[in-house]
């Protein structure tokens, strides 16, 4: 009961978001995640231009678990399909298909499969798993995790890190992406 009365969620509003641009909020932690399993996130998502609505793919959002933003952390990302304006059925609102479920054991096999292929460890190596895509870059720790960060990316239409989900036409976005109960 008690867990109800501390309900949190994050907010993240965008406009004008540029082909392969991200935005994200962070939060300097320091924790030791190693007895936890897995980390789950309820993810909603919505057009801010109801003249120009963002489709499934057009937008993702990430978690970012690592020693420090840039050089050695461990990215998991989802594709969101966004609500219809209007509809107040909690199913439609944070569908399931939304729902962020990071395996811990998961993010270790993708550094462990990038070691094994020698690929650079300063350089992103990802791979996936069903519509996520989970990546690794340098030598992150969960023992040490010092920051956690969550965004919304607009994916490139070109290149290494192309959009996986849709057709990408490189234009802006504009969305409103809840976060809830990480």
């Not at 909603?44 to 231009?49: L, V």
């Not at 609102?93 to 096999?109: S, T």
């Not at 490139?156 to 989900?165: F, L, R, V």
Request: charged content about 25%.
């Amino acid at each position: 009961n008690l867990r109800n009365l501390n309900e949190q969620s994050l907010q993240l509003q965008v406009c004008g978001l540029r082909d392969g641009d991200s935005r994200a909020a962070f939060r300097n932690v320091q924790f030791d995640i190693r007895s936890y399993k897995k980390l789950r996130m309820f993810v909603h998502a919505e057009s801010r231009d109801p003249a120009n609505p963002i489709e499934y793919g057009d937008v993702s959002v990430y978690i970012r678990l690592g020693n420090d933003f840039d050089q050695n952390y461990y990215e998991y990302e989802v594709p969101v399909k966004p609500s219809p304006f209007g509809d107040n059925d909690p199913f439609s609102v944070w569908p399931e298909v939304n729902d962020m479920v990071v395996e811990f054991a998961r993010l270790n096999d993708v550094k462990i499969a990038r070691n094994a292929a020698n690929a650079p460890v300063n350089l992103r190596f990802t791979e996936f798993e069903g519509d996520r895509r989970i990546t690794v870059k340098g030598n992150p720790n969960l023992s040490q995790m010092r920051t956690i960060m969550v965004g919304i990316r607009n994916p490139k239409k070109d290149g290494e890190e192309a959009n996986p989900w849709a057709p990408d036409d490189a234009t802006t976005q504009c969305a409103e992406v809840w976060v809830n109960e990480l």
